[in-house]
């Protein structure tokens, strides 16, 4: 993975008739959708756990640049 992307998308489900929140995180270089969330609320938590997910999959690496 070259860099992350996230995107929030607001999605109305007829059937609730309400608005849910659709946070898909890309890999910008591949394209790849590496991690979706789909819920009525999206917490700060769930963020950090999709992270979490990614980085247990495909390991996370941090920025080597130095100053």
């Given amino acids: 993975m070259e860099y ?3 995107d929030i998308k607001y999605v109305y489900v007829h059937a609730d008739k309400r608005n849910y929140y659709l ?3 890309l890999d910008v270089f591949s394209r790849k959708t590496v991690d979706q ?3 009525k609320n999206i917490r700060q938590m769930d963020v950090i756990n999709a ?3 990614i980085n ?3 390991g996370i690496k941090g920025n080597n640049r130095t100053k």
């Fill in 56 to 58: 247990q999959e495909y």
């Fill in 4 to 6: 992350l992307c996230l």
């Fill in 37 to 39: 969330i789909f819920q």
């Fill in 51 to 53: 992270f979490r997910r």
């Fill in 23 to 25: 946070l898909t995180i």
